[in-house]
C-alpha cells in the first residue's frame, strides 16, 4: 500500500509518518495486516508535481493540510478549502478512487448552532467538499472532526497544554485565566492507532448529536473515541507534581491509559537536554552507599545499595515492611533468621545470574559482599517509603 500524508511536517503529520515507516519497515508488529510501502509526504515546501505524482500512484490518503493561525482569516478558506479542492482534483484527474481521510475540527460542528467562525466555517466547507466527492465519485471518505490535539508541537501557538508543559519544563512564566475551564483533549498516539485502524477497514463511525459523536454503525463521520475531558487546573497541577519529582523522588500515580501517563509523556519532551540528567543523594559511609532512585505513592520505593569488598549490610528486622534484594553486581550471600524461632536460610546470588531474594517480616536479615577487592551492587525494593517517624526498623544480628 502507498500512502500520501498531506501536512506531513505538521504534529499529527509528523507522528503518522513516523509510525507508518515503523510499519513499513517491520519495527511495528501490532498491525500484521498492514503492510505499507511507499510514504508519500507533502507539506508546504513540496511542489504541484511532487503532489501530482502522489495523487497518481496513492492507495490512501490522509489529508491533514491546513491552517490554524493565519496572519489574515481569508487563509482559513484557502488553506483549508482551496487545498482540498485542489487535491481531490488532482486525485480525480488520475481517475485514482483511493480512501481519502479528512482531518476536521468539532469547531465544524459549530456553525449554525452554536456560534460562527472563519475557521469553522472552512472547516465545514472541506467536510462538505469531501463527502460531495465521495458521492460522486464513488470513493471511501473518512471525516474526523478532532477535538483538542495534544502531542508534541510548537508552545504559545495552537495548543494550551504544549505552552503549559515548555513553561513548567523550562521554568518559564505563564497564566491560566480559569482554573475551572474544561477542554477535551485527543493524544497524538490514540490518533495514530485510529488512523491504522481506519487503513485495517476498523474505523468508529458516528453521528453528531449537539457537539457529541454518537457511535452508529454506518455513520457519515468517523471518530477516536478515547479522549479525556479535564480542568486546565488538572493540567497543570499536574504538571508541577511531574517537575518536582526529580527533587521528591516520588513519582506521581500514572495508571495505565489514565491522561496523567500520557500527559507526562509529553512533558517529558519539553524538558531542556540539562535536565534529561539529574543528581540523586548517596548516603555514604566506610561500609559503601545506599541511594533512593525512586518513590512511588502505593507501591514502595527503589534504592541502590553498593557494598565495599568484605562488608556485612543489615542486621536489622521488620515488622511489616518487606523487600526484595537483587544483586546485580558482584557476589553475596544473604542470611535471614526468623527472630522467634530461630531457623536460618541462606542465598548466594551474583550478578552473573539476576535472582529476587525476599526479605521476610519476622525475619532479620543481612548482605554479605563474598569479594575481597570487588563491590557488590544490589538493587533493592521496599514495599513502603521510609518514614523516619516510623521507619519498622530494628536492629538484630542474624
Known amino acids: 500500500m502507498n500512502v500520501l500524508v498531506t501536512g506531513a511536517k505538521g504534529m ?6 513516523d509510525n507508518l515507516k515503523n510499519i513499513r519497515d517491520n519495527k511495528y508488529r501490532t498491525r500484521p495486516e498492514l503492510r505499507i510501502k511507499g510514504i508519500y509526504e507533502y507539506d508546504i515546501d513540496s511542489t504541484d508535481e511532487q503532489l501530482e505524482d502522489y495523487c497518481r500512484k ?4 490522509f489529508n491533514l493540510a491546513g491552517v490554524n493561525r493565519p496572519k489574515d482569516n481569508a487563509e482559513f478558506m484557502q488553506g483549508n478549502f482551496g487545498f482540498g479542492s485542489k487535491l481531490l482534483d488532482m486525485l480525480k484527474k488520475y481517475e485514482n478512487k483511493a480512501p481519502v481521510m479528512l482531518s476536521s ?11 460562527e467562525s472563519d475557521y469553522g466555517k472552512s472547516k ?11 458521492e ?3 470513493v471511501k471518505v473518512a471525516v474526523y472532526r478532532f477535538p483538542n490535539l495534544m502531542g508534541h508541537s510548537r508552545p504559545n501557538y495552537n495548543s494550551a497544554v504544549s505552552t503549559f508543559c515548555n513553561a513548567v519544563a523550562n521554568d518559564l512564566p505563564f497564566t491560566v485565566n480559569d482554573r475551572s475551564a474544561t477542554v477535551e483533549l485527543l493524544y497524538i498516539d490514540d490518533l495514530v492507532e485510529a488512523m491504522f485502524d481506519l487503513l485495517e477497514g476498523k474505523e468508529k463511525r458516528c453521528e453528531y448529536d449537539g457537539l457529541r459523536p454518537v457511535e452508529r454503525a454506518g455513520g457519515k463521520f468517523c471518530y477516536v473515541p ?3 475531558t479535564v480542568t486546565l487546573g488538572e493540567i497543570v497541577d499536574l504538571l508541577q507534581e511531574f517537575k518536582a519529582q526529580h527533587d521528591s523522588l516520588m513519582m506521581p500515580s500514572i495508571p495505565d491509559g489514565s491522561f496523567a501517563k500520557k500527559l507526562y ?6 524538558l531542556p537536554t540539562a535536565a534529561f540528567k539529574y543528581p540523586l543523594k548517596m548516603n555514604t559511609d566506610h561500609r559503601g552507599s545506599f541511594t533512593t532512585v525512586m518513590k512511588t505513592l502505593d507501591s514502595g520505593q527503589f534504592s541502590v545499595n553498593i557494598s565495599k569488598p568484605g562488608i556485612t549490610k543489615g542486621q536489622h528486622w521488620h515488622n511489616s515492611k518487606w523487600e526484595l534484594f537483587i544483586v546485580v553486581a558482584g557476589r553475596a550471600r544473604i542470611e535471614e533468621r526468623n527472630i522467634h524461632t530461630n531457623e536460618k536460610v541462606s542465598f548466594e546470588v551474583s550478578g552473573e545470574k539476576i535472582e529476587a531474594v525476599h526479605m521476610i517480616p519476622g525475619w532479620s536479615h543481612n548482605i554479605i559482599n563474598l569479594s575481597d577487592s ?7 525494593w521496599a514495599n513502603e517509603v521510609f518514614d523516619s517517624s516510623h521507619p519498622d526498623t530494628f536492629h538484630e544480628p542474624v
Not at 465545514?124 to 465521495?134: D, I, T, V
Open 12 to 17: 499529527v503529520g509528523r507522528a503518522l509518518v
Open 58 to 61: 496513492a492507495d490512501f490518503v
Open 136 to 138: 460522486e465519485n464513488g
Open 226 to 228: 478515547l479522549t479525556y
Open 124 to 134: 465545514l466547507a472541506g467536510e462538505e467538499l469531501f463527502f460531495r466527492y465521495g
Open 265 to 270: 509523556s509529553l512533558y517529558l519532551t519539553y
Open 105 to 115: 475540527s468539532v469547531q465544524a460542528t459549530l456553525i449554525g448552532r452554536y456560534g
Open 374 to 380: 570487588e563491590p557488590l551492587v544490589t538493587l533493592m
